[in-house]
């Protein structure tokens, strides 16, 4: 079992920057992919940001150019650096690391409790 605990959320100005962690209590080395999820009230949970095994990333179009994920594999931790912010931002993030597990045949998933980013001026 794997338990994920994000931090860094916050209140910050249009513009402003923020950066994201998510803490793994357990191994994500063999992980086939780490994500970054947001959701605001009234509306679906959306994928912002996601780097698999192989080092591939990739971004929801609202936020390419000024969101970055990284990950430190020795440390288990999962980062996503938020620059130029907007209203739109505002939502509960969340962390989620994928494994596939070779007996159910199927991936798997952990989620973590969510951090609240608000953009407001």
Not at 42 to 56: D, F, L
């Amino acid at each position: 079992q794997v338990q994920l605990v994000e931090s860094g959320g916050g209140l910050v100005q249009p513009g402003g920057s923020l950066k994201l962690s998510c803490a793994a209590s357990g191994s994500i080395a063999s992980s086939t992919a780490m994500s970054w999820y947001r959701q605001a009230p009234g509306k679906q949970r959306e994928m912002v940001a996601s780097i698999t095994s192989g080092g591939i990333t990739n971004y929801r179009d609202s936020v390419k150019g000024r969101f970055t994920i990284s990950t430190d594999i020795v440390k288990n931790w999962v980062y996503l650096q938020m620059n130029s912010l907007k209203p739109e931002d505002t939502a509960v993030y969340y962390c989620n690391v994928e494994f596939y597990s070779h007996v159910w045949l199927q991936p798997y998933d952990y989620w973590g409790q969510g951090t609240q980013v608000t953009v407001s001026s």
